[in-house]
T-cell receptor, first 114, second 113 residues
Framework: GESVGLHLPTLSVQEGDNSIINCAYS??????FIWYKQESGKGPQFIID?????DKRQGQRVTVLLNKTVKHLSLQIAATQPGDSAVYFC?????????????FGQGTRLTINP | NAGVTQTPKFQVLKTGQSMTLQCAQD?????MYWYRQDPGMGLRLIYY???????DKGEVPNGYNVSRLNKREFSLRLESAAPSQTSVYFC????????????FGPGTRLTVL
């Protein structure tokens, strides 16, 4: 089956720097993508989403970029803070049999160095 | 609102034992989902319920059964637990329809000895 994958399993950045987390997807028919943040011992928390008719979407300190040509999306976190330490997952949303199904990547662990 | 709640938070079973994981949501969502997360992995869909009264298999349904008890509650049952089912289980819900955010519960950490 098709899957969503991530380029790097871990990322360490200095506090205050910008972070970029990358994700590749393989289903060219996918039209909706979501980034989730998962802190230790908690369930995933929605960060930002993007539809395939967009190539960029901005939230508070976060930006998602979508490149449909190479089937790649990225999550940019500006001015990284200690509270940003978590595992970040991209998920590909497939609409099958009347329900949404999320296909998650492996995740990238973001560590913030003081 | 409590959002999505799950019980229990932790559980240890012996091989062959059975148990039911409970999930409830108070957001009046139509669709509910069960996922499992193995160490260092993303979440994989076990079963889902697009609406009250319907359930369907996800990516990894073997060894599990589900019940959509009502609009609020969606339970996951392990009839005969196996060590391969050691994992963290997450329940999620959403309004239904296309492109809607799924809200996740805090998870149940299950160990099968």
């Amino acid at each position: 089956g098709e899957s969503v994958g991530l380029h790097l399993p871990t990322l360490s950045v200095q506090e205050g720097d910008n972070s970029i987390i990358n994700c590749a997807y393989s289903n060219s028919a996918s039209d909706y993508f979501i980034w989730y943040k998962q802190e230790s011992g908690k369930g995933p928390q929605f960060i930002i989403d993007i539809r395939s008719n967009m190539d960029k979407r901005q939230g508070q300190r976060v930006t998602v970029l979508l490149n449909k040509t190479v089937k790649h999306l990225s999550l940019q976190i500006a001015a990284t803070q200690p509270g940003d330490s978590a595992v970040y997952f991209c998920a590909e949303n497939l609409w099958i049999q009347g329900a949404q199904k999320l296909v998650f990547g492996q995740g990238t662990r973001l560590t913030i160095n003081p | 609102n409590a959002g999505v709640t799950q019980t229990p938070k932790f559980q240890v079973l012996k091989t062959g034992q059975s148990m039911t994981l409970q999930c409830a949501q108070d957001m009046n969502h139509n669709s509910m989902y069960w996922y499992r997360q193995d160490p260092g992995m993303g979440l994989r869909l076990i079963y889902y319920s697009a609406s009250e009264g319907t359930t369907d298999k996800g990516e990894v349904p073997n060894g599990y059964n589900v019940s959509r008890l009502n609009k609020r509650e969606f339970s996951l049952r392990l009839e005969s637990a196996a060590p391969s089912q050691t994992s963290v289980y997450f329940c999620a819900s959403e309004w239904g329809g296309a492109d809607n955010e799924q809200f996740f519960g805090p998870g149940t950490r299950l160990t099968v000895l």
